[in-house]
Structure formats: structure tokens, C-alpha cells
């Protein structure tokens, strides 16, 4: 066993860490993370506004309150969907400039300009001007790939103009073959979005899951940031699925999408990464003193999913004693909801959350406040308690062993020394 441990530890070390090292050092990867970060504040803004619009009671209900709050919702929609269209219906811009001003950075321009150019460049592509009117078809969830792609690539093209010192002087007249060369832009990234979208609905199913979950939790124990890495290549897609179950909520249809943010964040990373928060509740009772200090200093962030103390402190990075339950514990919790969803037992997202918001608040705010979160958060996390306790254990032994080794030593020591 403990060769095995050595074998799979020398090819973390000498495979995967250096290659998730240099993915998450990669300049693409870094501009569509920092742009979906700097549209995030817009973003959760925008889902917050559903629960006002969409509030969790039934059309035909006789209770006051909910009678009067969904009047409410009913008679002023136009104006309680005015922040939710101006943010997350647009989305795309924000994404936009973001990777644009991020790419820029690192390529050593101007990043208020790079950053505007890659807005104007998804607006030539995107959103047609036709009869005094702008498309916004794609301003929203389905645009975002789009987005992507016109914001990396304009921004690289500026960068190469730049790098080879090329200067471009518009003539009085824009030749009609430019024109012509935006026309064809749009349908070609139409096409585009509809080639990518066998990859969104792979995204979403439970093999998509359990894989992006697998890596994470592997870049973790070796050390590495893997929520960035895995966040970063997860969210164009989180944000399209969120789209689409925003829009099929606002139509009142069944809402297509499971694997969203608010998934990965309230079941699967219950506490912070290896859903450590049952994890904590354990170590305050260790039988080992530091284990049970670790638990008082992690117990509170980890409310917040915050567990660096404990990743840390632990330890858990490169445990061997913690591993087998650090890998699965977020595998089996995927299974349970994603199998609880497709039951129709389990609510679906339909809003973003501050990841920091705790684990049964931010499902049942996610999903609307509905109830059915709070149950399977609360079953993740006895699961997850019950899947952690006997590698604790053996690992609390395995310290108590050592204590007493090192004990013994120091007794024979100061023996030998008086003896002398």
C-alpha cells in the first residue's frame, strides 16, 4: 500500500503538477477567469432580482403574504426585470471587457482600450445594427462563447499590431469589401455557437461532473489552486446553463440544466474544496490536540467555505491517510444530487451566489429558496461525515503512535544522558 502511495505521489508530482502548474499560468486561462470575475458582482445582482420576480409560492395560494408578494411581482415585472436585463441579460458585455483588459495587461497594452476593443469587436460579431435596432439575441448566456473568442482574438491582434509597430490609417471612404468581411463574421459565429453546443450539453451531464470535480480535487492535494483551474474552464458553461434556466423559469418551463455553479459551490464544496465542514465539526473533538486546534481555527471559515486552515493545517495536502475520502467525498455528494435532481427531487439552480455564502443558504437561494437544497445539503454533509470518520480515526492513531514513539525516545535519551 504505502509503495502504491509512492508510486501515485511521483506521478503527481512529475506529471500532473507541473502541467495544471502551467495551465493555470496560462495567459487565456488567466483573461476568461479575471473576466468572469470582474462580471460577477453584475451577475449575482441580476439572479438576486429572480426572487422578487419569481417568488417560491403557487398562483392559486390564499395566504396574505405571498398573495400580495406575487401581485406585487405580477403588476411591476417590467420594472423588477429591468436590473435583471441590464446584467445578467447582457452578461457578455461585461465578460468582454474583462478578458479583453486582463489579456491587455499581459501583453503590455493599455487595458481600458484593449478591454473596449474587445467589447466592440463581440458587438460587431454579435449584435447586428439593422433598422435603428441592435440584436440582442445574443448579449446573454448564449453569447458568452462568442464573447470568448472575439475578446481573445481581437485583443490579439492588437497586441501583434503593437509588437510589430503597425499603424492603421483609415482612408476617407471604408471600402464595401470591409463591410462585407463584418457580414460574414456574424453568421460564421453563429455557426460556431451551434458547433459548441454538443460541448455545452456534454458539460452537463454527470460524467462532465465527476470529471471536473476529480481534477479539481487532485490539483488540490498536490498543492495546486484547483477550484481556479477548474472554475476558470467551467464557467462559460456554468453561464450558459444558467441562462437557459433563467429564461425557461421566466417562461414557465421546465428548467433544462443541472451542473451549475450554484451546484458546485453549495453540494460539492460544502465547506470549501473536499467539503471539509463536516470535516471540521469531527477535528473539534479529536483525541489529538493539534487536530482538535485545527478544528477551532477552521470550524468558522468553514462555514463561509473557507478551509485553508485545515487544508493546511491539518494537513490534508499530501496526506496520505486523508486522501481516499478528500477525492470521493465530493464524487459521492455529485451522485447524490445530481441523481436527486434527475428524480425531480432536488430543486435546480436558477440564480448565482457569492461562493461564500454557507452551504444550505446558498443551495435554497440558488434554486429559488426552495426547501428540497437545504435536505440534500444537510444529507451531503452526513455522508461526508461518515466517509471522513474512519480515515480520522486512523489517522489520529497513526499521530498518537508517533507521539508515544517520540516519548519513549526522549525518555531512553534522558536515561542514557543521566546514566552517563
Same mark, same amino acid.
Request: with cysteine; proline share 6%.
Given at each position: ?84 436585463? +441590464? !446584467? ?5 458585455? *461585461?465578460?468582454?471587457? /474583462? #478578458?479583453?483588459? %486582463? &489579456? ?106 465527476? +470529471? !471536473? ?5 487532485? *490539483?488540490?492535494?498536490? /498543492? #495546486?489552486?484547483? %477550484? &481556479? ?106 451522485? +447524490? ?84
Amino acid at each position: 500500500m504505502s509503495s502504491l502511495y509512492q508510486s501515485m505521489v511521483a506521478v503527481i508530482e512529475q506529471s500532473i503538477t507541473p502541467l495544471a502548474a502551467k495551465l493555470g499560468q496560462q495567459k487565456y486561462v488567466i483573461a476568461i477567469r479575471d473576466g468572469f470575475t470582474a462580471a460577477l458582482p453584475f451577475m449575482i445582482i441580476g439572479s438576486f432580482m429572480l426572487v422578487f420576480i419569481f417568488p417560491p409560492f403557487s398562483a392559486d395560494t390564499t395566504n396574505s403574504f405571498a398573495r400580495g408578494w406575487l401581485d406585487f411581482s405580477q403588476t411591476y415585472r417590467e420594472q423588477l426585470m429591468l436590473p435583471f436585463n +441590464l !446584467s445578467m441579460g447582457v452578461m457578455t458585455f *461585461f465578460i468582454s471587457v /474583462g #478578458i479583453g483588459a %486582463s &489579456l491587455g495587461r499581459q501583453f503590455n497594452l493599455d487595458p481600458v482600450m484593449s478591454g473596449l476593443l474587445a467589447f466592440m469587436a463581440f458587438l460587431l460579431v454579435a449584435a447586428p445594427y439593422a433598422d435603428g435596432k441592435i440584436s440582442t439575441q445574443y448579449l446573454s448566456g448564449q453569447g458568452i462563447f462568442t464573447a470568448l473568442i472575439t475578446a481573445i482574438y481581437s485583443t490579439r491582434v492588437y497586441a501583434w499590431l503593437k509588437q510589430n509597430n503597425v499603424t492603421i490609417r483609415l482612408p476617407k471612404e471604408v471600402p464595401t469589401g470591409v463591410a462585407r468581411s463584418f457580414e460574414i463574421l456574424i453568421p460564421v459565429m453563429q455557426a460556431i455557437m451551434h458547433l459548441l453546443e454538443p460541448l455545452v450539453s456534454a458539460s452537463d451531464s454527470l460524467p462532465a461532473i465527476l +470529471l !471536473s470535480v476529480l481534477l479539481c480535487q487532485i *490539483f488540490w492535494f498536490a /498543492g #495546486i489552486h484547483g %477550484s &481556479l483551474i477548474v472554475t476558470g474552464i467551467m464557467n462559460p458553461f456554468w453561464m450558459a446553463n444558467l441562462s437557459a434556466n433563467q429564461a425557461a423559469l421566466a417562461a414557465g418551463a421546465a428548467l433544462p440544466h443541472v451542473y451549475l455553479q450554484g451546484f458546485w459551490d453549495h453540494y460539492l464544496l460544502i465547506g470549501g474544496v473536499g467539503s471539509t465542514l463536516p470535516l471540521a465539526f469531527l477535528l473539534l473533538r479529536s483525541r489529538v490536540t493539534h487536530l482538535r486546534t485545527i478544528g477551532k481555527m477552521g470550524v468558522v471559515p468553514s462555514f463561509f467555505n473557507i478551509n485553508e486552515p485545515i487544508l493546511f493545517g491539518a494537513p490534508i495536502i499530501m496526506n496520505p491517510m486523508l486522501f481516499i475520502p478528500f477525492v470521493f467525498v465530493p464524487l459521492v455528494n455529485a451522485c +447524490l444530487a445530481y441523481g436527486a435532481t434527475k428524480l425531480g427531487w432536488l430543486a435546480q439552480v436558477v440564480s448565482l451566489t457569492p461562493w461564500t455564502t454557507p452551504a444550505p443558504i446558498g443551495a435554497s437561494w440558488a434554486a429559488n429558496w426552495a426547501l428540497s437544497p437545504v435536505v440534500m445539503c444537510l444529507v451531503c454533509m452526513v455522508m461526508s461525515a461518515l466517509m471522513y470518520l474512519p480515515f480520522l480515526r486512523a489517522y489520529e492513531r497513526t499521530l498518537i503512535k508517533n507521539e508515544e514513539q517520540k516519548a519513549q525516545a526522549a525518555t531512553v535519551g534522558a536515561a542514557e544522558a543521566t546514566s552517563n
